[in-house]
């Protein structure tokens, strides 16, 4: 593969970081991760703009405006001839002898790298995702997108022990989110619901395209918690996130929602949101 780091591409055995990189000592950095179809980078504009706010809630500067990161992805996409997959963005604080706090001059580390990936067509999405729910261990800030994800590595862990596809998060007895993605059910009266964005949550960018779209899926938005129960008894159940887009959720915690079958409004959702994609790729 070839890779970015700090405004070079390289191969991937060639891309050297510092043992005092602050991402590495203290998980001081940020990451995004933007899936690829048809060559063509997928809700770019969104992954973009939250790029930049996570980066400024923890003050750490873009070492390149937005358009170059843009072009880098292309170019990445280009020259490992992706098709298919994701582009993976890590910023950092940067290296410096290991310290909490940080010099202010401190440049940077930015690294990008494509990984393949079969995103269109996997049998989940004809059988929908199973998910296994665990209690919510994060920070308060959950709406940075930090890379520091043990709670999430050891839920995801819990819920592949399980058989699941994915971890839904609980706290206070509602659903926050997946570890990786965005959760919402489907009420019999075609509410689509789905917690409004705070710092309970990472605000979804396929949340927020996908958002665009549900009048014309037939649904209207209830933005709130919700708790597993309500989930176990909805109509449908579904999970977002740049890897999956849109996907049905079919078994919660080895019981099934609904009649245990992905459901017809999430899979015109998906259809929707697929179209819509492909329109605005990149
Ligand atoms: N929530 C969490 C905790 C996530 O890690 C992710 C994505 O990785 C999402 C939600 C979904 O966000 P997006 O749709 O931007 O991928």
Redesign the pocket.
């Known amino acids: 593969r070839i890779v970015y780091l700090n405004g070079e591409f390289l191969p991937e055995s060639e891309a050297k970081l510092s043992i005092f990189d602050r991402g590495f000592l203290f998980g001081d950095g940020i990451y995004e ?1 933007t899936s690829v179809i048809d060559g063509k980078l997928i809700d770019s504009d969104l992954h973009m703009a939250r790029l930049e706010r996570s980066a400024g809630e923890i003050d750490i500067p873009l070492p390149i405006t937005t358009q170059q990161v843009v072009e880098a992805e292309r170019r990445l996409i280009k020259e490992n001839n992706l098709t298919e997959g994701l582009i993976y963005l890590q910023l950092t604080r940067g290296a410096e002898d290991r310290n909490f706090l940080f010099s202010d001059d401190l440049a940077p580390t930015l690294v990008m790298f494509p990984q393949v990936k079969k995103l269109i067509g996997s049998p989940q999405e004809a059988i929908g995702l199973s998910v296994k729910s665990v209690p919510d261990q994060r920070w308060a800030r ?1 709406d940075i997108k930090s890379v520091c994800l043990l709670p ?1 590595v050891m839920a995801k862990r819990i819920a592949k022990a399980e058989g699941c596809d994915e971890a839904w998060m609980i706290e206070d007895g509602f659903v926050t ?6 959760a919402y059910i489907i009420s019999a009266d075609k509410k689509l619901i789905t917690r409004g964005n705070s710092n309970k ?2 605000p ?4 927020q395209a996908a958002l665009q779209l549900i009048e014309e899926a037939g649904l209207t938005l209830e933005e709130r918690p919700f708790t597993l129960q309500e989930a176990l008894d909805a109509q449908e159940a579904v999970l ?3 890897g999956n887009f849109v996907m049905p959720v079919t078994k919660i915690d080895g019981k099934p929602v609904g009649d245990g079958k992905p459901g017809p409004l999430v899979k015109r959702l998906r259809e929707l949101y697929l179209e819509n994609a492909m329109r605005t790729a990149i």
């Open positions: 991760v959950r999430q989110e997946g570890a990786s993605s965005t949550t990472l979804g960018c396929t949340r977002t996130s740049a």
